[in-house]
Each structure stands twice: as C-alpha cells, then as structure tokens.
C-alpha cells in the first residue's frame, strides 16, 4: 500500500479499515472501466498519489483524451422544464436549431477532424520518445556496466613478465 498524503483519525472508528475499502472499491471500478472519462482524468490530474507514478498516469490521461477528442454531433431533444409557456420555448428553440444546424455541424465535423488528428499526433510523440527513452536507459545500463567491468581491472596490477615486476 502506498504511503498516505495526510493522516486521518478518530476515537473508535477503524479509519485504516475505511480507507482500505474505499481503495479498493475504487481499484475495482477502475478495472471495471467505470472512472475512463475526461472528467476522471482531470480530477486523477490532482491526485498526488497517481502522480508518483508519471508514466501510468500519461497512459491513462491519453485513453481519456482518447475517448474524449471527438464531440458527439448527433441531434438530440429539446426540452423545458418550465411550465407554462414552456412548449413555446421549445417551438421556438427546434427553430433556430433548425437554422444553425448547417453551420453547427459543419463547424463540429472540423472540430471533430482537428482533435482526432491533435490525439494521434499527441500519441505518435509519446510512441517515438517513448521507445528513445527505453533504448537511451538501455544503453546508459550497457556503459554503466562496462564502466565498472573496466573500473575492476584498473584496480588490478598487471605483470606481463618477470622483467616488469623485478624494475
């Protein structure tokens, strides 16, 4: 378990025992797929613990984004809640839908084609320095790895033959 921001306590409540429950349901909830939503990756953006972790967290926050980038530009019902002149609201709201709609989703398409082409662009840049990353630690760990292989053998005397020792 990771260690706690801050410390919760009170007289005969077994707040370890909450919290454990509360991870653990939301762990359950992520595995369930419940919290993959761009309002979730906002709030997860917050979350100190989930920053500890910055890879995990910028392959769950580029899902989001993912699943966020397009709007929905499907027509949907127009209603009121007052009372009333409520169904003159509504006549007059489907009008001018009517009349924007041309314009709204074309300008929604647009939208739509700009944000998916943000997103791949986004996840091309992380694939490519992604893997230089890795090959770079890989390397870094071959020299390192030479170095004290080398550092090894300098620390040792080396006696070619009798002459070199006895001078």
């Given at each position: ?34 919290y ?22 910028l ?7 993912r ?58 840049v ?15 760990g071959?020299?390192e ?18 002459k070199?020792?006895?001078?």
């Amino acid at each position: 378990m990771t260690e706690s921001v801050f410390t919760i306590t009170a007289d005969g409540i077994d707040t370890a025992q909450i919290v454990a429950d509360i991870q653990s349901r939301v762990a359950k909830k992520m595995e369930d797929g419940v919290y993959d939503d761009a309002r979730i990756a906002k709030a997860e953006k917050t979350n100190l613990v989930n920053l500890r972790n910055e890879e995990q967290f910028l392959g769950f926050y580029l899902k989001c984004l993912r699943d966020a980038a397009y709007v929905d530009i499907s027509d949907f019902e127009i209603r009121e809640r007052r009372q009333g002149f409520g169904f003159l609201l509504v006549a007059l709201k489907k009008v001018i839908w009517k009349l924007l709609k041309f314009y709204t989703y074309r300008l929604w398409s647009q939208q739509n084609q700009v944000n998916g082409l943000i997103v791949t662009a986004i996840d091309g840049v992380d694939e490519k320095y992604r893997g230089k990353i890795e090959d770079l630690e890989k390397r870094i760990g071959e020299l390192e790895g030479r170095s004290q292989k080398s550092e090894g053998r300098s620390q040792k005397p080396v006696v070619r033959d009798q002459k070199d020792a006895q001078d």
